[in-house]
Each structure stands twice: as structure tokens, then as C-alpha cells.
């Protein structure tokens, strides 16, 4: 079973800059593909960016390509999601996931952190 827990999450004017970090642990987590995920108030919960187990594969929704970076470091069972012009309709909770198997934005993922809240103002 793969754990994980975000952090980073907080309050940020539109046009700043924020990484979200999540560390992950557990037998093999380093060898799970991960993603992230956001769920703005009032809407369903949309994968943004995925990451297969080595980093050397990356895929990003639409809305946040170009913007945000997803990263990994295996070495230190840490995940990023470094976010750059932030506007006010990234304002969303963000959580981590893992999946066995990359597949892109259409992966199916099987553990999850509590989540993490962005903010932004306008």
C-alpha cells in the first residue's frame, strides 16, 4: 500500500508562483506512476498532470499546460507540482495519486493523499 500526503498549499495572488510537494511511502512507491488532481468547489475532481515512475514521461491537462511542471525525485519519495501563473480558477484542492500502471491523464489511480488547498486571488 502506497501513502501519501501533500503540502505547499496556500493563499497566493494571480500571477504568482507555487510548488506543491508530496512525499510517498510504502513497498515499491517509487515504481507507481503519479499524478495530480484538483478539485475546484462545486466541480468534479480533474487529473491535471501525470508522471510515469522514472519521470521520464509526463502528460498535462489542457488548462495547465505550458503553466505547471510535474516532477518527481525517487531518490527522496518526493513528488512536485510546480505551478506558474496561477490565476483565480486554479483555486482548487490538490491532491497526489498513484497508480500501478502510466497512463497518461487516463490512468486509473488507487491511492491518494488528503489534499492540499490553493488559493488564488485575483
Known amino acids: 500500500q502506497v501513502q501519501l500526503a501533500e503540502s505547499g498549499g496556500g493563499l497566493v495572488q494571480s500571477g504568482d508562483s507555487l510548488t506543491l510537494s508530496c512525499v510517498f511511502s510504502g513497498p515499491g512507491a517509487s515504481n507507481y506512476a503519479m499524478g495530480w488532481f484538483r478539485q475546484a468547489p462545486g466541480k468534479e475532481k480533474e487529473i491535471i498532470a501525470a508522471i510515469n515512475r522514472n519521470g521520464g514521461s509526463m502528460d498535462y491537462a489542457d488548462s495547465v499546460q505550458g503553466r505547471f511542471t510535474i516532477s518527481r525525485d525517487n531518490a527522496k519519495n518526493m513528488l512536485y507540482l510546480t505551478m506558474n501563473a496561477l490565476r483565480p480558477d486554479d483555486t482548487a484542492v490538490y491532491y497526489c495519486?498513484?497508480?500501478?500502471?502510466?497512463?497518461?491523464?487516463?490512468?486509473?489511480?488507487?491511492?491518494w493523499g488528503r489534499g492540499t488547498q490553493v488559493t488564488v486571488a485575483s
Open positions: 495519486a498513484a497508480t500501478p500502471t502510466f497512463a497518461g491523464l487516463s490512468g486509473r489511480y488507487n491511492y
